[in-house]
């Protein structure tokens, strides 16, 4: 109790370094028992418990506090209660937090591949992803890839794949994209700049409004779940699928190497089994609440739902290729990540096209 | 140590008791330290290190040992080392074994409504079990299944959506099924015999002999990455999906429930938690791998991929409905949990068909 009391008592940035160093030096004098605890901080891109995305970051700190009986207790913060969203990663890197959970796209201009480590467009599902990442070298391209700033990323979480966006008119086909103001960040919002579209980087709470008032006239946001409880439909009548631009988002936790390196090894491995853990029930809340949050939409409030005209989808899948490639010339990193995912992607097209893609088309009808 | 000789000591059966009724005493009277120590049993129903489903058992196991720095330890056993597959069930129910790992639908013969929890005809998709276990009442119907028999289910793995087996001729329509003699267990091969064939129950080991001698004209197995390894596309040429009889098949751990109460409150959530950690790993490893396969299969092998022709699967779908609801007559739990899966499946097509399914579609063009 007393380490802990003199911990509180320093600086927050002081304090993620001298709890790295008492650890370590704990954690090679001795096995860890009850007496050595650690207490850390979670700093989160989303809105203090954002559902879905905030509750699974609280629920990856509850149980790692039950598993390491208390041994490792983290204390979450949601956007701008510790830190601004986009400064989790600076935060972290820099020590002044041990850990942060948010999305490896905000990142891109730092680092131009971290998109690969979330969504791209027209990318991998999240089944796909998690086997990119486990099992085709994703996660080392990504490890290898936050390695220079001192940070160990981990997948933790999906929002599976989101929805195509909320739009104040009918779309019909690639003209009436022109000149169109949609919000949209990241490779997506490029892709639909080269279609004639004008992309809008806005952050989520002022998308309701911006749309409401007209002052843009389609928004995409995550998916059913968040954007029922965003009101988004009172603004907007169409309803667009699918989430082209991001098919299956991988969330990712992010821990200080340092700190990281200063806990015992079974803190580490209740670290690591928990962002796996996190990652498989995250999915499993979006999928349920996503399927219950439709069915409000369409039943209760008249959305419109709308597939994307072909020749759309078409262009901006021509378009994202273009994209991703001209930016694989401009970065040796992102050109190795780029030909690991289109190798997968390529293997991965044919099977399931046999297994879940045909099972779907099969039994739905 | 002294406490891992005495049980060591004691006969197999006596040892699980004791050591629940020694670490219940342990739990309530102190907080878990490095001196208290359980040693278990988990038996399975794979072969030893069989790939995917037995190493992943092992992976289960490593991982709860790190967690618990080595305060849970687990010695894992193949089919017949310790316990044959199909009595882990009684081996676990009875405390002869703290854990099994095995498959749901191989218990149907105790419980009726079993295969909803590992794989049903026209059911789930794995990211679909999930959402439906987790977040759509699933676990908790599963868990009164298990009650009566002192036992905890918890999803521990999928294989994913699995393929619709190998056959030595063409299938061309209904009729070609009639009198054909298929490997296929489970409500599967009810279907199966509805349809006009004759469904052969085998164990694994004998399968690939029984094809290759013509003794059974088809068979299914698992997917891409199991079915090469048991070499069965030398014994048949024509490769058919999709697997409808097991779209998504959860795998399970079930825990005696006296045991899993005895364990201190963090031994406890490490169980909880690596099992959901193992859930999400192993779909990855089988969606990687399975591609992987598939691939290898076709351009190597030169395996003749086919898909079953429509008035097969609009028959084979049929059919399952009907076998479905025949058995809900039979046994009202199975009729409370066909409601539940139902009511969650009707939800989940129109959600799918606008997500997951939509993208897969446009993507893989």
């Given at each position: 109790m007393q380490r802990r009391d003199l911990i509180r008592g320093l600086g927050l940035g002081a304090a993620a370094a001298a709890t790295a160093a008492c650890s370590r030096r704990d954690g090679e004098a001795r096995?860890?028992?009850?007496?050595q605890r650690f207490e850390w901080k979670l700093v989160t891109t989303?809105?203090?418990?954002?559902?879905?995305l905030g509750t699974g970051a609280v629920e990856f700190a509850r149980r790692i506090e039950a598993c390491s009986g208390g041994r490792l207790s983290i204390r979450v913060f949601g956007d701008?209660?510790?830190?601004p969203a986009f400064e989790v990663f600076d935060a972290v890197a820099s020590g002044t937090a041990e850990m942060a959970h948010g999305?490896?796209?905000?990142w891109k201009g730092k680092i131009?591949?971290?998109?690969f480590f979330c969504a791209v467009p027209f990318g991998l599902t999240a089944q796909e992803m998690n086997a990119w990442l486990y099992h085709g070298g994703g996660l080392e391209l990504w490890q290898e890839a936050y390695a220079p700033f001192g940070l160990l990323p981990l997948p933790c979480g999906s929002s599976g794949c989101q929805m195509g966006g909320w739009f104040r008119r009918e779309l019909r086909?690639?003209?009436?994209?022109?000149g169109l103001k949609m919000r949209m960040p990241g490779l997506g919002g490029e892709v639909l700049a080269r279609a004639g579209a004008t992309p809008v980087t806005l952050p989520g709470s002022e998308i309701f409004t911006a749309l409401q008032t007209g002052a843009i006239d389609a928004t995409e946001w995550v998916g059913p779940y968040n954007d029922l409880a965003f009101g988004l439909h009172k603004a907007a009548k169409f309803y667009y699928y699918p989430g082209w631009h991001e098919p299956g988002s991988t969330l990712e936790l992010i821990v200080n190497r340092q700190a990281f390196d200063s806990l015992p090894a079974d803190l580490q491995e209740i670290v690591r089994t928990t962002a796996a853990a996190i990652n498989d029930r995250m999915l499993a809340e979006f999928t349920a609440r996503n399927a219950e949050a439709l069915q409000t939409l369409v039943n209760e409030h008249g959305v419109e739902l709308r597939p994307f005209p072909p020749d759309v989808l078409a262009r901006l899948q021509e378009l994202s290729v273009e994209v991703l490639q001209e930016a694989a010339g401009r970065d040796a990193l992102f050109a190795r990540v780029l030909e690991s995912w289109q190798t997968f992607r390529r293997r991965m097209d044919p099977y399931l096209a046999v297994a879940e893609r045909a099972m779907l088309n099969t039994r739905g009808g």
């Open positions: 096995v860890a028992g009850p007496g989303w809105p203090p418990n954002f559902p879905g701008g209660e510790f830190i999305a490896a796209y905000y131009a591949a971290a998109p086909s690639l003209a009436d994209l022109q």
